[in-house]
């Protein structure tokens, strides 16, 4: 299982763009590279997911080097309803619910935006 | 929450005793888990299921238990021998492009 390692924390003022790096040095083949976002007192909620180059919805931006061995989701003008933990997993999706697959998350990344 | 409800959303026990927590979904998805998280900490696996029937332990299994005798439904009991069950616990559900999640119980110990 490929372990990923994130910033603790990161602070941004409305309207910037924000990204947020994440590391993952021993991702495998077959892994996906999948962004959650949570909220106090919620569930993750998908953001997004990519397995290289550049993936974009009407949320976010992913970007993934050819060597895939980091990825950083960008998020454009953010505002204060966007302060939330953010996790990134890497997992082969192609064989969900096993053992050797299930997702681990790790503690994410604290935005914090500011007025 | 697409489609995974727990309940109750909070629930209170006292030392000794055994609560369960529900989880149902109508996303029809085979794979379900159940995950702690503690406050500032990332999500524990508890348990998980591939399909009625059958469970598999996750890393923090012990104190707790599971049955999967619907597709739909994933209960989790927090037991007695759980002694330090005062947390945040999420349901999910796994499909080929993620997870799915609830919006979690919140379980204090009175």
């Known amino acids: 299982l490929a372990k990923t390692t994130q910033p603790i924390s990161m602070d941004s003022y409305e309207g910037q763009e924000v990204n947020i790096t994440c590391s993952h040095n021993?991702?495998?083949?077959?892994?996906?590279i999948t962004w959650y976002q949570q909220f106090p007192s919620q569930g993750p909620r998908f953001i997004i997911q990519?397995?290289?180059t550049k993936v974009t919805n009407e949320v976010a931006s992913l970007f993934i080097p050819a060597d895939r061995k980091s990825s950083t989701l960008s998020l454009p003008r953010v505002s204060l309803s966007d302060t939330a933990v953010y996790y990134c997993?890497?997992?082969?999706?192609?064989?969900?619910?096993?053992?050797?697959?299930?997702?681990?998350f790790g503690t994410g990344t604290l935005l914090a935006v500011q007025p | 929450d697409g489609g995974i409800t727990q309940s109750p959303k909070y629930l209170f026990r006292k030392e000794g005793q055994n609560v369960t927590l529900s989880c149902e979904q109508n996303?029809?998805?085979?794979?379900m888990y159940w995950y702690r998280q503690d406050p500032g900490q990332g999500l524990r696996l508890i348990y998980y299921?591939?399909?009625?029937?059958?469970?598999q332990k996750g890393d923090i299994a012990e104190g707790y238990s599971v049955s999967r005798e619907k597709k739909e439904s994933f209960p989790l009991t927090v037991t007695s021998a759980q002694k330090n069950p005062t947390a945040f616990y999420l349901c999910?559900?796994?499909?080929?492009?993620?997870?799915?999640f609830g919006s979690g119980t919140r379980l204090t110990v009175v």
């Open positions: 299921s591939q399909i009625v029937n059958d469970f």
């Open positions: 999910a559900t796994q499909a080929s492009y993620g997870y799915t």
């Open positions: 990519g397995y290289k």
């Open positions: 997993l890497v997992g082969d999706l192609s064989n969900y619910g096993g053992a050797t697959n299930k997702l681990i």
């Open positions: 996303l029809n998805h085979d794979a």
């Open positions: 021993n991702i495998a083949t077959n892994d996906y």
